[in-house]
């Protein structure tokens, strides 16, 4: 049994401190003092003082941290999936071998905005002991690494803020005679954007334009700076139980390929899935790149060099025969053939194009400084004007597919019109086979993203033939935002109404008075106004019981008997929405404890 003493303070108008001294006769433990402005915290040869600016230590210790983005994390920790936090002891450096090797020197000094920038944005741990580990100050280290690593880098406390059971869980691995010392730091201005912006992701998802400026204003009153903005943001997002799963299912499925050195055709159906997913959660895009990057998953495609990929060597290569008088200037089919070639490396997740452009791009500029005519630089901006333009149409219109409450705004559809016209002068109807055809064909786009992505392909057509303005096709977009937003309310509200108060549904008076219950619900919580459309209401109905049907009479029997036919038949012909039909079926799983590996064999159908 042990004994503990914490004292908690502030150390300005951003930092507060919480320091924990544990150990079996605590209350005599003497393990600070404040001379002039610091706070000293100190054991036998330890010693860890707080300044208004920063924090200096000598002795044994370290830091951990929960790790989040922007946070350094080593392939070795990504590829345990139970490793939670960074773990930094003082005199400790990493070989190439990708071994710790430790020396005497402990001691040093950091200012607050690098711990919080090298660190957690929030909440950073420093620590030190005595007993249970002696010796050189490098013995020291590698004894408190045998201890309490483990524990450190796993420990869940840290997320949960739960300092007291971290103290416990320590203490157990030491020593009756051992003395704990535990400094937590937090930044209080990050800590209250950071509780802002969970709030409203957590009741929104897609927050309000009126509430995110709100937010903005409150980041430029507390002074946070917008890498740190976004790094909080990032990790409240992934934090959310849905958006995690699809992020550690994409991370695991990457280490798995990275260990056996390449992707099966399942396994790429399988990230594909998630990355689009992503896309409809809004799942940060950094969070992927950061872990492509990291596990090399451009290295990972079929070592046989993809065709799209040798046409695009061989016409940038092209860019450089004019050192040898040829003329092999891109012109509109070799400009072409780029734009399907990077379409085709934005689909397979493949990360050869570009490094392929950004090498092309980097040996123009040494070219140039070299004294190569400057057509050279021309030729490639040609290139690259173009490729902005593929990113910001396919972007917007990805957004408009996948997304909900997407407000499209004047700027974009002049954006978009701009864009049009660039492709279509490469080739007739280009811009309609480079963004819309494929998105139409898209097993995941839902009704009202297909009813979206219609409208805008429709409407852009009608502005340029002088048909609609801008106005009118933005006014028909807001138009379908409000029947999807209120679609969505009213299949929530409905099913809640059925599950509690209703067993039966089926006449038709069952369903006026159900209408009517739910449009006073609605109203009287200030969710919508007016009256709700009948053949809305009816689409909410019908679609409840068809969702009734899959979940209690079709997908017990596709489970039991792996019959994929039938599930791809109702997929195809109920009108339900993919992403909808597979959350029920994950839910289907989970509440029955089902494995869900056979929820993925079965969907095999369609992705493998």
Request: overall charge negative; hydrophobic content about 35%.
């Amino acid at each position: 049994m042990h004994q503990e003493i914490r004292l908690h303070g502030h150390v300005n108008e951003t930092i507060e401190y919480f320091a924990t001294a544990a150990a079996r006769d605590a209350y005599r433990c003497y393990f600070y003092e404040t001379p002039g402005n610091t706070m000293r915290f100190f054991s036998p040869g330890n010693e860890f003082v707080l300044s208004r600016d920063g924090i200096s230590h000598r002795g044994n210790g370290g830091s951990f941290c929960e790790y989040m983005f922007g946070v350094d994390l080593p392939l070795a920790d990504l590829a345990k999936g139970d490793v939670r936090n960074r773990l930094v002891l003082y005199g400790a450096t990493f070989q190439e071998s990708g071994s710790l090797q430790f020396t005497d020197h402990t001691e040093g000094v950091q200012s607050y905005d690098r711990i919080f920038l090298d660190g957690n944005a929030v909440a950073n741990y420093f620590i030190f002991l005595t007993g249970s580990v002696s010796g050189p100050l490098q013995e020291q280290q590698e004894g408190i690494l045998r201890l309490l690593g483990r524990l450190l880098k796993r420990t869940s406390c840290l997320e949960d803020g739960d300092d007291a059971n971290l103290t416990d869980e320590l203490f157990g691995l030491l020593g009756h005679k051992s003395s704990l010392y535990l400094i937590k730091l937090i930044n209080k201005k990050h800590r209250i954007y950071q509780e802002n912006f969970r709030e409203l992701y957590y009741a929104h998802k897609s927050i309000p334009d009126h509430e995110f400026a709100r937010l903005q204003l409150l980041a430029e009153s507390l002074g946070v700076d917008k890498y740190q903005q976004e790094r909080i943001r990032i990790d409240v997002m992934y934090k959310d139980p849905d958006n995690r799963r699809i992020v550690d299912e994409y991370k695991n499925i990457l280490i798995e390929c990275n260990r056996k050195g390449s992707i099966s055709t399942q396994e790429k159906a399988r990230l594909t899935r998630l990355k689009t997913l992503s896309v409809r959660n809004k799942i940060p895009s950094a969070l992927f790149y950061t872990l492509d990057e990291m596990l090399k998953h451009d290295k990972l495609i079929d070592s046989d060099e993809q065709d799209y990929i040798s046409e695009t060597r061989e016409i940038l290569a092209g860019l450089f025969l004019q050192e040898q008088q040829i003329d092999a200037s891109i012109d509109r089919e070799d400009m072409v053939k780029l734009l399907y070639a990077k379409r085709r490396a934005t689909e397979n997740r493949d990360h050869t194009f570009e490094h392929i452009l950004l090498e092309t791009g980097k040996a123009c500029d040494e070219k140039i400084r070299d004294g190569a005519n400057l057509s050279l630089l021309e030729g490639f901006s040609y290139i690259v004007t173009y490729f902005d333009r593929y990113d910001s149409a396919s972007a917007h219109i990805n957004q408009l597919a996948f997304m909900e409450n997407v407000r499209f705004t004047e700027e974009f559809v002049r954006s978009l019109l701009g864009n049009k016209k660039a492709f279509d002068e490469l080739s007739p109807k280009l811009f309609e086979a480079l963004f819309f055809n494929d998105i139409k064909d898209n097993k995941y786009l839902g009704l009202y993203g297909r009813k979206k992505v219609i409208c805008l392909q429709k409407g852009i057509t009608a502005i340029e033939d002088g048909r609609l303005t801008i106005a009118g096709l933005l006014q028909q977009l807001g138009e379908l935002n409000q029947q999807e937003r209120l679609y969505g309310m009213l299949l929530s509200h409905v099913k809640e109404r059925i599950r509690n108060f209703y067993s039966r549904y089926n006449t038709r008076a069952e369903q006026e008075a159900l209408r009517l219950e739910v449009a006073e619900e609605i109203r009287n919580k200030g969710l919508a106004d007016g009256e709700i459309p009948d053949g809305l209401f009816r689409d909410v109905v019908v679609n409840i019981k068809k969702e009734a049907v899959y979940l209690h009479n079709l997908l017990p029997g596709i489970v039991a008997g792996r019959d994929i036919a039938l599930r791809e038949d109702f997929l195809e012909n109920s009108g339900l929405d993919r992403f909808y039909v597979e959350e029920l079926e994950r839910e289907y799983f989970e509440l029955n404890n089902l494995d869900m590996e056979d929820l993925y064999q079965i969907r095999k159908g369609l992705n493998g």
